[in-house]
């Protein structure tokens, strides 16, 4: 069984970092591209970045590029993302998700981790 | 980017009511379109990908159709489990995007 669990989230001031971990079982992370998915209290979902089996396609949404950072490590089944500059608008529940297709196209989202929760505030 | 548009934004129905909503993308983004069901306070689930394939264990009482810019998910026979937020998805290029979900209320 596929399972993906998220860690890292917590409160942090405006301005600051956070790194979120995903930690995958279940099949063979190194296989696939993976994706992050955030969704603001009490809004709809936004995807925020993808990113291939090996690391050498990477996308990002419009609102955090140059600010956040995927990542993983194919030896420990991990998924990063490396939140800098955080914003009031950057809270959310941040969802760690496999991606069937690559670098996430073409066919779907599932499964979907449990989330964590990231609070920017002062 | 392509927009997806869901409507209606909410829908209140009863059971065994059929029930459909309709997902309509800025561009033509072939069948790249997945649908999800999220209930309160937990993760989105896959239902639906490539516009109509039902994901294997989702009740049959779930359909998808459409191509190109115009897609629906429908639900012939609406059952309490299914009062959710549903959202569709377009895996047709980056950026991914979601339409804005379509609350499903249980009359």
């Known amino acids: 069984e596929v399972q993906l669990l998220e860690s890292g989230g917590g409160l942090v001031q405006p301005g600051g970092s956070l790194r979120l971990s995903c930690a995958a079982s279940?099949?063979?992370?190194?296989?696939?591209?993976m994706s992050w998915v955030r969704q603001a209290p009490g809004k709809g979902l936004e995807w925020v970045s993808a990113?291939?089996?090996?690391?050498?396609?990477?996308h990002y949404a419009d609102s955090v590029k140059g600010r956040f950072t995927v990542s993983r490590d194919n030896s420990q089944s991990t998924l990063y993302l490396q939140m800098n500059s955080l914003r009031a608008e950057d809270t959310a529940i941040y969802y760690c998700?496999?991606?069937?297709?690559?670098?996430?196209?073409?066919?779907?989202?599932?499964?979907w981790g449990q989330g964590t929760l990231v609070t920017v505030s002062s | 980017d392509i927009q997806l548009t869901q409507s209606p934004s909410f829908l209140s129905a009863s059971v065994g009511d059929r029930v459909t909503i309709t997902c309509r993308a800025s561009?033509?983004?072939?069948?790249?379109l997945a649908w999800y069901q999220q209930k309160p306070g937990k993760a989105p689930k896959l239902l639906m990908h490539?516009?109509?394939t039902l994901k294997s264990g989702v009740p049959s009482r779930f359909s998808g159709s459409g191509s190109g810019t115009e897609f629906t998910l429908t639900i012939s026979s609406l059952q309490p489990a299914d009062c959710a937020t549903y959202y569709c998805?377009?895996?047709?290029?980056?950026?991914?995007?979601f339409g804005p979900g379509t609350r499903l209320e249980i009359k």
């Open positions: 998700v496999h991606c069937s297709g690559g670098i996430c196209l073409q066919k779907w989202l599932d499964p």
């Open positions: 990113i291939s089996a090996g690391s050498d396609h990477i």
């Open positions: 490539t516009a109509s």
């Open positions: 998805q377009q895996l047709y290029s980056h950026p991914l995007t």
């Open positions: 561009q033509g983004i072939g069948s790249y």
């Open positions: 279940g099949f063979t992370f190194s296989s696939y591209s």
